[in-house]
């Protein structure tokens, strides 16, 4: 087989995989990732709705990888910053994304310049947790709003940066302590979908080794997919079905808000 047409199955195959899994954050509900992302995406788009008008919004992406969620927030935000690991980033970034490079523990931007800052899917991923959140209210404006989510139960995954899973009570103590205020934390899903979730997700990681990163098997992502598909659909009906009792779910929501300039206390340093 040629190069060129190895380079047109290849292309074939990540459309065939893109409409059956969907991309990321949207994946299909035949995605081992359904039930990460459903109530994600659910959620950002509520709070969306609840942040400041276009002509005057800051947003702050802490962790931002590729900016997944950027599509979600550019029409409410006049600047968007994504800050992570210069790796990590988008590499010849073209949409209105301002990058740079640094860490949750040390924010290379000025006190008080962000309305809002979105924090998701990281918090179990830095080395420093109280230190990340606190950079984080240093850099929120008086009344800005931090947003995203935490994994509640979820297999180790990006080893070996996967430090902690979070109950919505220690998530509530850590922020608290922070200094965070009018602290508003939901769980998405139940039992159910958090169980489809572990069972799929573990079908698709590959194999934990020493000095070697974790990846997802993209074969198998496809290959499984219909019964993924049937055990995601089953954990929604048994969690509708079961009600919520609020005890095991796959993330934890969370929302807190800085209320007046008098709750800023700023170290000197900082």
Request: net charge positive; with cysteine.
């Given at each position: 087989m040629s190069i060129a047409t190895k380079g047109k199955f290849k292309s074939l195959l990540m459309k065939v995989y893109t409409l059956i899994l969907g991309r990321h954050p949207y994946?299909?509900?035949l995605s081992f990732n359904f039930h990460n992302v459903r109530h994600i995406i659910k959620y950002l788009k509520k709070e969306r709705e609840t942040i400041c008008s276009k002509a005057e919004c800051v947003l702050v992406d802490v962790g931002a990888g590729a900016s997944p969620y950027y599509?979600?927030?550019?029409?409410?935000?006049s600047r968007y910053v994504a800050v992570d690991m210069k790796e990590s980033?988008?590499?010849?970034?073209n949409r209105s994304i301002e990058q740079i490079y640094g860490f949750a523990e040390a924010i290379p931007l000025e006190n008080?310049?962000?309305d809002i800052v979105l924090f998701n899917q990281c918090l179990e991923h830095v080395h420093d947790p109280l230190k990340s959140v606190a950079e984080i209210y240093r850099i929120?404006?008086?009344g800005g709003k931090l947003i995203g989510s935490v994994p509640h139960i979820s297999p180790v995954h990006l080893e070996p940066n996967?430090?902690?899973?979070?109950t919505d009570l220690?998530?509530?103590q850590l922020l608290g302590g922070a200094g965070y205020t009018d602290i508003k934390i939901e769980g998405s899903g139940s039992v159910y979908s958090a169980t489809a979730l572990l069972i799929?997700?573990?079908?698709?990681?590959t194999p934990r080794k020493d000095g070697v990163s974790q990846g997802f098997s993209a074969k198998k992502a496809l290959l499984l997919s219909p019964i993924v598909g049937l055990i995601n659909i089953l954990g929604l009906l048994l969690d509708f079905l079961a009600k919520d009792k609020y005890i095991a779910f796959p993330n934890l929501m969370r929302y807190t808000k800085i209320l007046t300039p008098e709750s800023r206390i700023l170290t000197p340093e900082s």
């Amino acid at each position: 087989m040629s190069i060129a047409t190895k380079g047109k199955f290849k292309s074939l195959l990540m459309k065939v995989y893109t409409l059956i899994l969907g991309r990321h954050p949207y994946n299909t509900v035949l995605s081992f990732n359904f039930h990460n992302v459903r109530h994600i995406i659910k959620y950002l788009k509520k709070e969306r709705e609840t942040i400041c008008s276009k002509a005057e919004c800051v947003l702050v992406d802490v962790g931002a990888g590729a900016s997944p969620y950027y599509d979600i927030f550019s029409p409410v935000t006049s600047r968007y910053v994504a800050v992570d690991m210069k790796e990590s980033l988008t590499k010849n970034e073209n949409r209105s994304i301002e990058q740079i490079y640094g860490f949750a523990e040390a924010i290379p931007l000025e006190n008080a310049m962000a309305d809002i800052v979105l924090f998701n899917q990281c918090l179990e991923h830095v080395h420093d947790p109280l230190k990340s959140v606190a950079e984080i209210y240093r850099i929120l404006k008086p009344g800005g709003k931090l947003i995203g989510s935490v994994p509640h139960i979820s297999p180790v995954h990006l080893e070996p940066n996967d430090f902690r899973r979070y109950t919505d009570l220690g998530l509530r103590q850590l922020l608290g302590g922070a200094g965070y205020t009018d602290i508003k934390i939901e769980g998405s899903g139940s039992v159910y979908s958090a169980t489809a979730l572990l069972i799929t997700m573990d079908w698709m990681l590959t194999p934990r080794k020493d000095g070697v990163s974790q990846g997802f098997s993209a074969k198998k992502a496809l290959l499984l997919s219909p019964i993924v598909g049937l055990i995601n659909i089953l954990g929604l009906l048994l969690d509708f079905l079961a009600k919520d009792k609020y005890i095991a779910f796959p993330n934890l929501m969370r929302y807190t808000k800085i209320l007046t300039p008098e709750s800023r206390i700023l170290t000197p340093e900082s």
